[in-house]
């Protein structure tokens, strides 16, 4: 007789509506910063780190990425859709959706977050049981108190012996590429590149913009550990000292002592700092380490959540141009990047409107794969272009 297992998530109704504490910056938001988030996240737009280029922009000076904010978060987003205990579990990031609003961020800006547990659902996977699916929300402003963006996360938590139990063993081995596979790959990746060089400083107008239109591949990779820790590197909190750290206990949250210890305890932190970082022990040492990974159901090392996130906004906003933005998306992840698997992204505009504030909008549809077609993210997007005179 099988006997059906449950999962305990009533901690979490303490939590829910109830401002969480936060991790300050203690520097403004430096130009570095900036160029540091577009490199770990493979988004190779001047905009965002060459000055000539962005002093020539309508912003005149060099500005961070829409997808920045997360960035300046100590914990990736997820904080708030990871309050309460459930005991002996794991998690990985669900999805995202954004939105944004006016204010734009560069150097000299300080950037907090208003964090708020929202909600919570149990539902039965088939990759781990009976699993929540928690949801929080991350309100980003800078110095001035203008709201940058909001982020509702959500995390997925679920029994550990469950993580172990799935690992699909026949993705254990990373695909080999031959060198021809990785020059090919390279005149893909660069075609959406230059596409960013050849819209420049120009407008991209909605006018102009037609329902059915897919928008030019986005392709990157292979992935591997050295790009994993580069994304882990780009995030500000992942550098000693940077932020005033909130003190938190990951094992009573219910995390295995394993995906627990110290990961950015500010009082370890002045002691043995290695132990801090979460990439090397703690909860993210999965995507780093494969052994660590197949606890938590993953086959090989993997990518942050946070990250591909980031990318869909990357996508979207590097095909709006800097005299469009990203107004609104979601993000629904389906599955990791793993080591040695290429990331590609499309898109084809559904809709375009104008909505009760007189913006002009197109709906994009949104997708990522693997180099084998395997869904990653689907989601949709409502994208702010300008409009020609007349």
């Not at 900036?34 to 988004?43: K, L, Q, S, V």
């Not at 940058?148 to 679920?158: D, E, F, G, L, N």
């Not at 590429?177 to 590149?193: H, Y």
Request: charged share 25%; with cysteine; glycine share 10%.
């Amino acid at each position: 007789m099988t006997t059906k297992t449950t999962l305990d998530c009533s901690d979490i109704d303490n939590y829910l509506g109830k401002t969480m504490d936060f991790s300050p910056l203690r520097e403004p938001i430096a130009n570095n910063d900036i160029r540091r988030w577009a490199h770990g996240m493979h988004y190779a737009n001047l905009l965002h780190y060459d000055p000539k280029f962005a002093a020539e922009s309508k912003f005149g000076k060099l500005i961070a990425p829409q997808s920045f904010p997360i960035a300046t978060d100590d914990g990736h987003g997820a904080a708030p859709a990871c309050v309460g205990r459930i005991a002996d579990s794991h998690l990985l990031f669900g999805g995202d959706e954004w939105w944004y609003y006016d204010a734009r961020v560069s150097a000299g800006d300080i950037i907090s977050n208003t964090r708020v547990p929202f909600d919570y659902v149990v539902k039965e996977t088939s990759f781990a049981g009976p699993t929540c699916f928690q949801r929080g929300d991350n309100n980003y402003s800078n110095q001035h108190g203008e709201p940058v963006a909001k982020q509702r996360s959500t995390a997925i938590r679920y029994q550990a012996h469950a993580g172990g139990d799935n690992v699909n063993v026949d993705e254990a081995e990373e695909p080999v590429w031959t060198d021809d596979e990785l020059d090919a790959l390279e005149d893909r990746k660069f075609t959406w590149i230059k596409g960013l060089h050849d819209l420049g400083h120009k407008e991209r107008w909605w006018d102009d913009v037609t329902v059915g239109d897919q928008l030019a591949e986005r392709v990157f990779g292979p992935h591997s550990i050295a790009s994993f820790t580069t994304e882990w590197r780009a995030f500000i909190v992942n550098t000693w000292g940077t932020m005033d750290l909130r003190k938190q206990d990951l094992l009573a949250l219910g995390f295995t002592p394993e995906m627990a210890g110290y990961e950015n305890d500010p009082d370890m932190q002045l002691i043995n700092p290695s132990l801090t970082d979460g990439a090397y022990y703690g909860p993210s040492r999965g995507h780093l380490f494969p052994k660590y990974a197949r606890r938590i159901g993953m086959p090989r090392s993997y990518g942050y959540g946070a990250s591909m996130g980031a990318w869909v906004t990357d996508y979207l906003a590097g095909w709006a141009g800097e005299h469009g933005r990203v107004v609104h998306s979601i993000a629904n992840y389906r599955g990791p990047a793993l080591s040695g698997d290429v990331t590609i992204q499309t898109a084809e505009v559904v809709d375009k409107l104008v909505d009760a504030e007189g913006r002009h909008l197109v709906q994009v549809k949104h997708k990522m794969t693997n180099q084998k077609g395997v869904t990653l993210c689907t989601g949709t997007a409502e994208i702010a272009l300008p409009k020609k005179a007349g």
